[in-house]
C-alpha cells in the first residue's frame, strides 16, 4: 500500500526509495513482483481492498514525522496504526507484520522537515518518548 495519485507514480516512488538499497535495475525488477494498493491507512476504503487478504508481510512505515501536527499525527501514527494492525488480524495469509516507527529515523533532535530519504546519523539518539513505555509525544500520556 502507498500513497500516491495513481499506481505509477506509487511505483516511481516506491522504486526511487529501493534504490538506495538495492541499486535501479535490482529496485524495477523487484517492483515488478509486488501488487500495489494506491491508498494509506486512514482511509477505510484502503483498508478493505480485498487485496489484502493476499497479504502475508507488513512492513508498516507509514507516519506523519511532523510531531508539531498533533491532531494528524494523533491520526496516522496512532489511529492509522490501530486501523491498519485490525485489518492485519483479518487476513488470512499474514506471517509477519513489523513496525519501524518514526522515532528510529528522527532521533531526539530531527531536522525541521524529515525526507523518506533520510537515514538516521550515526550520532541520533533514539531514545524518544515515542517509543519510550508505549506512550506518543502527539497523544496526551495514558495510564496503563
Known amino acids: 500500500m502507498a500513497r500516491s495519485k495513481g499506481e505509477p507514480q506509487a511505483r516511481t516512488r516506491l522504486v526511487e526509495n529501493l ?19 494506491v491508498g494509506g491507512i486512514t482511509d477505510p476504503a484502503s483498508l478493505e481492498d480485498r ?29 492509522g496504526t490501530r486501523a491498519l494492525a485490525a485489518r492485519a488480524r483479518r487476513m488470512p495469509h499474514l506471517h509477519r507484520f513489523l513496525y519501524g516507527g518514526t522515532a528510529m529515523i528522527c532521533g531526539r533532535n530531527p531536522p525541521p522537515v524529515v525526507q523518506e ?3 538516521p546519523a550515526d550520532a541520533t539518539q533514539h531514545l524518544v518518548p515515542y517509543n519510550h513505555q508505549g506512550r506518543f509525544p502527539c497523544s496526551p500520556a495514558r495510564d496503563g
Not at 26 to 34: G, K, L, M, S, Y
Not at 51 to 79: G, K, M, P, W, Y
Open 51 to 79: 487485496r489484502l487478504d493476499a497479504v502475508t508481510h507488513i512492513l508498516h512505515l507509514a507516519a506523519d514525522t511532523s510531531f508539531r501536527a498533533q491532531e494528524h499525527c494523533q491520526l496516522v501514527n496512532v489511529e
Open 117 to 119: 530519504s533520510d537515514a
Open 19 to 37: 534504490t538506495r538499497f538495492m541499486g535501479a535495475d535490482a529496485a524495477r525488477a523487484a517492483i515488478q513482483r509486488v501488487e500495489i494498493v
